[in-house]
């Protein structure tokens, strides 16, 4: 494998979700690893800069870290890569523990409004509908690269009933549904990151007392003290202005910050967490001193 050119396409790749990024950069520090804790650095950096916003990269880039300090000298590369094929394996099962635990949170024919695509809540209203917990589903668009619109068709497809909106409608859908069902790019001490519009839309279900639920596997859980993540890289003026116009100047990102008490519950692969558990299970993960924020 060209590791920087495999970087470079994780770096360039606007519409794969975070777990799937994840998985390949198990792959890249994988191939990294044969040269020595030296290269592996080196690709670590590139990783962690290819996709600042994403918290389940800096997680993988901290379980290889992580493995080197502990592993043999003559052992590294083996101890590394067994480390990272472990994790990658535990992304695809985790999406189906999420699931199971997560469908009897909605009651009998709920009706739930979702921000962007989530696999994970892909699945989870495929199984809610199954048992009978999800009457109908309400997509948002999901500018600018239209995940709402990939999820509505998937969910379609498992003949879920489903409602496409524009994005500024979902703070108004959001009192007159059952529950709102979201993944995310990173659960932090500051919030949970996730889709620009997220915050909007769980901001309104919070005030009309409408349940928040945040789905995703903990390899997208930042432990305390460690570096933070990037929202603010800019992507491409085009996707929001197709022909520059003089004197507008276009800001588009993609990652926004929603506080950790707009939530209902967190479900990861472990079950349900409340907010109020949250802080243990941050402190809980173990930071390789590299990746520690400044004053940590």
């Known amino acids: 494998m060209d590791v920087f050119a495999e970087i470079k396409a994780i770096a360039d790749d606007n519409t794969s979700g975070a777990t799937e990024l994840a998985a390949r950069a198990c792959d890249v520090l994988c191939a990294a690893v044969g040269d020595g804790l030296v290269k592996l650095w080196e690709v670590a950096q590139e990783l962690l800069a290819a996709q600042p916003a994403m918290v389940s990269i800096i997680n993988v880039v901290n379980t290889a870290l992580l493995a080197a ?44 409004i979702t921000h962007s695509f989530s696999s994970v809540v892909l699945r989870w209203l495929i199984e809610a509908r199954k048992r009978g917990r999800c009457a109908q589903v309400i997509c948002t668009e999901s500018r600018p690269m239209l995940e709402g619109v990939t999820l ?21 859908h959001a009192g007159q549904v059952d529950a709102v069902g979201i993944g995310a790019d990173g659960i932090t001490p500051d919030g949970i990151i996730n889709k620009i519009g997220t915050y909007p839309l769980a901001l309104a279900a919070c005030r009309a007392s409408v349940p928040v639920y945040v789905l995703c596997g903990s390899e997208k859980v930042l432990g305390t003290g460690c570096l933070q993540p990037r929202l ?19 800001e588009n990102t993609y990652f926004e910050m929603t506080p950790l008490t707009c939530l209902a519950a967190v479900v990861t692969e472990r079950g349900v967490v409340r907010p109020s558990d949250l802080a ?11 990746l520690r924020s400044r004053g940590s």
């Open 69 to 112: 300090d502990n592993a043999p000298e003559t052992g590294l590369s083996f101890a590394v890569r067994r480390h990272l094929e472990r994790l990658k394996t535990a992304l695809h099962e985790r999406p189906r523990a999420i699931a199971s635990a997560a469908w009897r949170l909605l009651p009998r024919n709920a009706i739930v």
């Open 232 to 250: 603010d890289e800019p992507k491409a003026p085009a996707e929001l202005l197709a022909e520059p116009a003089e004197g507008v100047r276009v």
């Open 152 to 172: 509505a068709r998937r969910l379609a497809a498992e003949g879920v009933p489903v409602t496409l909106i524009a994005d500024a409608a979902g703070p108004q």
């Open 280 to 290: 243990a299970l941050f402190d809980a993960l173990p930071i390789h001193v590299r």
